[in-house]
């Protein structure tokens, strides 16, 4: 028996994962265990230990212990950098040797960790590139065996902000890099902190704050991001302040991720004086918002369109941070010749201690029998009697449903009333999005939805939109463009005679951040969206994550927590139904 754990550690969104003989029996970010931080850098032992309790195994029982990093890599590119730059990059040197001395002392107290026994502890350790393993957790999760085309971009990792690559079987050729200082994700990320986001991982309200703007500054943005002939993407540098951001996986007091500025004062003299955190937005950083999504777009689409001549397919596996941006995603697809795309759930960095698994798999072990990731519920589950005993604990008035089908005819009743629904059912999603098991529910043919869930419940930003969950048959019923995209990393524009009907899910320039959702990866939130459909007419619900300003719930404890201090009003706690007195439906 082989069994494979995959981890991801020393920087933001730690995260670990089990795979046993091929297959995958688990996979968890640390953020939902433990201190539960948003992005936690933390070693992920909490996570470690709960896959190895679930599926019943010790770390003596564990073959291979993957990592989804290589310090050998791009020593060239690392060396010259630091050649040019000696005293900008002498933070960044001593961080890279200190990093190195973590990750094997962590290998070597592992054992510890698992409360193990040093002697019993057998593993082979396999380093993996960042963005290959990248490649990796898309490619070797995805359905595709024929030629594939492979793209990983982000801010960087082991000093590359881009990986192409030609996938056919079960391998992965490297065709191209594009390494530091020049990354798509530092450009983004710039722009996001000087509009004001300055904590780590706000890239998303970039995206949702973008159609309120105009390209105004996109003279700007073109000479930010050069696009020329025979280069992925060049960047301006003198605008930018790479390796001044602070140690990688540092945290303050609190826990948070401490980000450092990564844009110069050039970019302030070209824009004006940066927004701070506590200003109210302006025109002006809407339409900042605007020039830099439309730039990426255009940028992302220019490295598409270079890597289809290196890999003339249909089919693109493609991950990396910069592959969440679910505007720039559809683009793709409307406009370069991938039609078939698969990102797997968690397509930022927790998503490479997949990749690094599943590359031990396939080239360390040799094997070629492939598993396809067709569903995201691969977290902590909990039992029924846990469930009841939180609900019976709980102080709100309680329904029982007797099965399945009269807890989707409940739930679905108390959507279509109107009523805001958590919905917690078996295991928990694999990534950053909530898919229909740890999901807040409501009615999107409501016009105050919005306004409502963003004040009273999740206590956030105005601007931001909420995704619509749709049967995967209706996607041309409501959508202009027929995407398959279980795991919501499309943004694509509702059809125009639809968008006054639903507009709790319709973004202000039209569009929503679409998941699929079929009968097979997801029967119970199928049928309940489906009964939805039968009691109001509309097949799709609106679904953001079980969450206020924290991690996704986890523990039905925390569900209940969240719902009790928020303004919801249901919960449905598997078959448990509760419901706060003055608001029953």
């Known amino acids: 028996m082989s069994v494979i754990l995959g981890f991801n550690a020393f920087h933001a969104d730690s995260a670990a994962c089990l795979v046993v003989d091929g297959q995958l029996v688990g996979a968890v970010a640390e953020e939902r265990l433990g201190e539960r931080r948003k992005h936690s850098p933390a070693f992920p032992a909490q996570a470690i230990r709960r896959l190895l309790a679930d599926a019943g195994l010790r770390l003596r029982d564990v073959t291979h212990v993957a990592m989804a990093r290589d310090p050998s890599a791009n020593r060239a590119a690392k060396a010259a950098y630091v050649a040019r730059n000696p005293i900008k990059a002498a933070g960044a040197v001593v961080e890279h040797l200190s990093r190195n001395r973590r990750t094997q002392g962590t290998l070597e107290q592992l054992a510890a960790v698992c409360d193990e026994d040093p ?137 948070r991720i401490v980000m450092g500025r990564i844009y110069s004062d050039r970019l302030s003299a070209a824009l004006g004086a940066p927004r701070r955190r506590a200003d109210s937005l302006s025109q002006r950083e809407m339409d900042i918002a605007r020039s830099t999504q439309v730039r990426f777009e255009e940028a992302a689409v220019h490295c598409l369109t270079r890597l289809h ?95 399945e089908a009269e807890l989707v005819e409940v739930a679905a009743g108390l959507i279509a009333a109107g009523q805001v629904t958590g919905w917690y059912q078996g295991r928990s999603e694999w990534g950053p999005r909530a898919l229909g098991n740890r999901s807040i529910l409501a009615n999107p043919a409501i016009p105050t939805m919005k306004d409502t869930i963003n004040a009273k419940i999740k206590r956030r930003e105005s601007f931001r939109p909420f995704a619509p969950s749709v049967l995967r048959e209706l996607v041309p019923t409501y959508f202009e463009q027929t995407v398959d995209s279980p795991f919501m990393q499309h943004v694509v524009k509702i059809r125009p005679e639809w968008r006054e009907r639903l507009p709790a899910v319709t973004h202000v320039d039209g569009t929503g951040r679409l998941q699929t959702v079929d009968a097979e990866s997801n029967p119970l939130y199928y049928r309940l969206i489906d009964v939805f459909r039968r009691q109001t007419g509309v097949g799709m619900v609106l679904n953001t994550s079980f969450n206020e300003n924290e991690p996704i719930v986890d523990t039905p404890e925390q569900a209940l927590d969240c719902f009790a201090r928020t303004d919801m009003d249901a919960l449905c706690l598997g078959r448990w139904v509760l419901t706060k007195a003055e608001r029953e439906a």
């Open 119 to 255: 002697a019993r502890v057998r593993f082979q350790t396999v380093g993996v590139e960042h963005h290959l393993a990248h490649i990796a957790s898309a490619y070797y999760l995805s359905p595709f065996e024929g030629l594939t085309a492979g793209l990983s971009y982000d801010a960087s990792g082991d000093f590359a902000s881009l990986m192409a690559a030609r996938c056919e079987g079960t391998r992965i050729q490297v065709l191209d890099r594009v390494t530091l200082p020049h990354s798509l994700g530092f450009f983004y990320t710039a722009l996001c902190q000087f509009i004001g986001f300055d904590e780590f991982g706000e890239e998303y309200k970039v995206m949702g704050l973008a159609p309120y703007g105009e390209d105004r500054y996109g003279d700007l943005m073109r000479q930010l991001v050069r696009l020329d002939e025979g280069h992925w993407y060049r960047l301006a540098t003198a605008y930018f302040g790479m390796h001044e951001g602070g140690e990688s996986g540092a945290v303050d007091a609190t826990q």
């Open 309 to 403: 001549g290196l890999v003339p397919t249909s089919r693109l596996a493609m991950a990396g941070g910069c592959a969440l941006n679910g505007v720039a995603n559809a683009r793709i697809q409307r406009e370069t010749p991938f039609k078939e795309h698969y990102l797997q759930a968690a397509a930022s960095d927790d998503g490479t201690c997949l990749g690094a698994a599943y590359w031990t798999w396939h080239n360390v072990l040799g094997r070629s029998e492939r598993f396809h990731m067709r569903h995201a519920f691969w977290g902590p589950g909990y039992g029924e009697e846990r469930l009841r005993a939180v609900a019976e604990g709980s102080r709100f008035p309680l329904r029982v449903c007797a099965d």
